[in-house]
């Protein structure tokens, strides 16, 4: 699957992990998308709910057992957008 093909899909419920970020100590975290919005992903994992955001960072998914990473530039739209326009 390539990465535009993710870009337009739905994000919530598929595994992330953050590659790369402004941020750095962001950079590393994992865990499942629960929420997204414009500019952020909320990320549930090690008992806890971290939101990120998109613009500048980096993102791999887990799609179909396969890795597909993922600019944040590419994805910041508002979900309902993002399915049609990203790519």
């Not at 402004?22 to 549930?44: F, I, Q, Y």
């Not at 993102?59 to 179909?64: G, I, P, Q, R, S």
Request: aromatic letters at 4%; hydrophobic letters at 35%; glycine letters at 14%.
């Amino acid at each position: 699957m390539d990465s535009r093909q993710v870009a337009r899909r739905e994000l919530i419920g598929l595994k992330v992990r953050v590659t790369g970020h402004p941020d750095p100590t962001v950079a590393g975290a994992a865990g499942l998308v629960v929420d997204e919005t414009m500019n952020t992903l909320s990320v549930e994992g090690g008992g806890k709910t971290r939101r990120f955001q998109k613009k500048g960072g980096t993102f791999e998914f887990l799609v179909d057992g396969q890795a597909v990473s993922l600019s944040g530039n590419d994805i910041a739209f508002r979900p309902e957008d993002r399915t049609k326009k990203a790519g």
